[in-house]
């Protein structure tokens, strides 16, 4: 049988990865990167640096284009199944019988991230590596607790916020913003941009006070790197 390991390689800091991350680099025979033709060269860097600290020699990584995601409905799912043909093929025709192939998946593989079920439609058999995720470095950063004593917290993307503030729950990790949808909300916001690499950017307070900081600090570094990650955590 050929198998593939999803292996979460944390949300930028190289210290990132677990043990069990570091043992399954070492376990993999070849390497797949499927790579977005807009991806940021940062991001392929630091893949690259894993690989260079924990795997000795010259690990086999086989590199192909990501294909692009369109919007629609029926452009998404065309997407998926271009992308379960793509691994498909690579498991197929990269890997011997008996031979584990590896995906790098950014921070945790569980938390917006595709791979997983572009890899189950590919019927291969799998393991996930948990990672530590942007989620866990950003409340770390800002030493809080992501929930309030017995309260509950939902993780969740900066198009949905959008539609409004979500039932039910007072604290909100929102990740996947590039509209700034905190603005406007009576609430304390934590966050956090390049979590774990040299340019990790940190603001909190209230959203009144500190939210065109934000929006400036983050445009600026927009400008200067070309890319930007952030998530925050929004509490009211
Ligand atoms: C496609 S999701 C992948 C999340 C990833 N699987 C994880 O566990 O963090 C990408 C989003 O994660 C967040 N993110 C990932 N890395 C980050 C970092 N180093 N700093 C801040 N936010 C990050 C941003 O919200 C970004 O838009």
Same mark, same amino acid.
């Given at each position: 049988?050929?198998?593939?390991?999803?292996?979460?390689?944390?949300?930028?800091?190289?210290?990132?990865?677990?043990?069990?991350?570091?043992?399954?680099?070492?376990?993999?025979?070849?390497?797949?990167?499927?790579?977005?033709?807009?991806?940021?060269?940062?991001?392929?860097?630091?893949?690259?640096?894993?690989?260079?600290?924990?795997?000795?020699?010259?690990?086999?990584?086989?590199?192909?284009?990501?294909?692009?995601?369109?919007?629609?409905?029926?452009?998404?799912?065309?997407?998926?199944?271009?992308?379960?043909?793509?691994?498909?093929?690579?498991?197929?025709?990269?890997?011997?019988?008996?031979?584990? !192939? =590896?995906?790098? @998946?950014?921070?945790?593989?569980? #938390?917006? %991230? *595709?791979?997983? $079920?572009? +890899?189950?439609?590919?019927? /291969?058999?799998?393991?996930?590596?948990?990672?530590?995720?942007?989620?866990?470095?950003?409340?770390?950063?800002?030493?809080?607790?992501?929930?309030?004593?017995? !309260? =509950?917290?939902? @993780?969740?993307?900066?198009?949905? #916020?959008? %539609? *409004?503030?979500? $039932?039910? +729950?007072?604290?909100?990790? /929102?990740?996947?913003?590039?509209?700034?949808?905190?603005?406007?909300?009576?609430?304390?916001?934590?966050?956090?941009?390049?979590?774990?690499?040299?340019?990790?950017?940190?603001?909190?307070?209230?959203?009144?006070?500190?939210?065109?900081?934000?929006?400036?600090?983050?445009?600026?570094?927009?400008?200067?790197?070309?890319?930007?990650?952030?998530?925050?955590?929004?509490?009211?």
């Amino acid at each position: 049988v050929r198998k593939l390991l999803l292996i979460g390689i944390g949300a930028g800091d190289p210290g990132w990865l677990t043990l069990e991350a570091v043992a399954a680099l070492q376990a993999v025979d070849v390497f797949f990167a499927l790579e977005k033709a807009s991806e940021q060269d940062d991001l392929a860097g630091l893949r690259r640096e894993v690989l260079a600290r924990h795997v000795s020699g010259t690990p086999r990584v086989v590199s192909v284009e990501d294909p692009p995601r369109g919007r629609s409905a029926e452009a998404v799912a065309e997407w998926r199944r271009r992308r379960t043909e793509l691994v498909a093929g690579l498991v197929r025709d990269e890997l011997a019988d008996g031979q584990t !192939g =590896g995906l790098l @998946i950014w921070g945790d593989p569980t #938390l917006y %991230d *595709g791979m997983r $079920d572009v +890899v189950a439609a590919c019927g /291969v058999e799998y393991r996930i590596v948990p990672g530590i995720s942007a989620v866990s470095a950003l409340a770390a950063r800002h030493r809080i607790a992501l929930n309030r004593v017995g !309260g =509950g917290v939902q @993780i969740t993307t900066g198009r949905r #916020l959008a %539609d *409004g503030w979500p $039932d039910g +729950v007072d604290d909100l990790v /929102v990740m996947l913003d590039s509209s700034l949808a905190f603005m406007g909300f009576d609430a304390d916001i934590y966050w956090g941009a390049y979590l774990g690499t040299p340019d990790e950017l940190l603001i909190s307070g209230r959203v009144a006070d500190v939210g065109e900081e934000i929006a400036r600090v983050r445009a600026e570094a927009r400008t200067r790197k070309g890319w930007m990650f952030d998530t925050y955590l929004l509490r009211r």
